[in-house]
Structure formats: structure tokens, C-alpha cells
């Protein structure tokens, strides 16, 4: 599994019993945890006199992109 694909925020769940039809919690991917938060940002985006900026459709394709290129960089090495 690579980087992207980690939980975000992973939890301990071997102490809860499921049933059988049941399937474990694991959260939001880390890609998804960035580009959700890059998208909300994009949408609550104000220009400098505090208007919204009006925000186009191309705004989750962004998000996704960013998220995609902050997870290529944090996988070069330091």
C-alpha cells in the first residue's frame, strides 16, 4: 500500500467486535484527508476586499491534483 493509500488517521479497532457482514473502519485515505481539505479551502476563498472569490467547477479537480503533488513531494527522500 502505498503512502496516498494509508489512513489518514488510522485507529485501533481490534478491540471491537463486528459482525460477520461488517467491515473494519478505516477511515479516509490520506489523499482524500489533503484534497477534502485543499477543497474547502478553494471554496471558502475571499478576495482582498473579503468577497468570495466564486469558486469554478474545476475546484475538486484541483484539490485533487494538489493532493496528488504535496504526496509526490513528501515521497522524495530528504
Known sequence: M???DMPAMPM????IEYAEQCRPIRGFTKREA???HLHATLLSATDADGAWS???A??????VREADA???E?????
Open 2 to 4: 502505498n503512502n496516498a
Open 12 to 15: 485501533d479497532v481490534d478491540h
Open 34 to 36: 489533503i484534497a477534502m
Open 54 to 56: 466564486g469558486v469554478d
Open 58 to 63: 474545476g475546484a475538486a479537480e484541483c484539490a
Open 70 to 72: 504535496l504526496l509526490a
Open 74 to 78: 513528501l515521497e522524495k527522500p530528504a
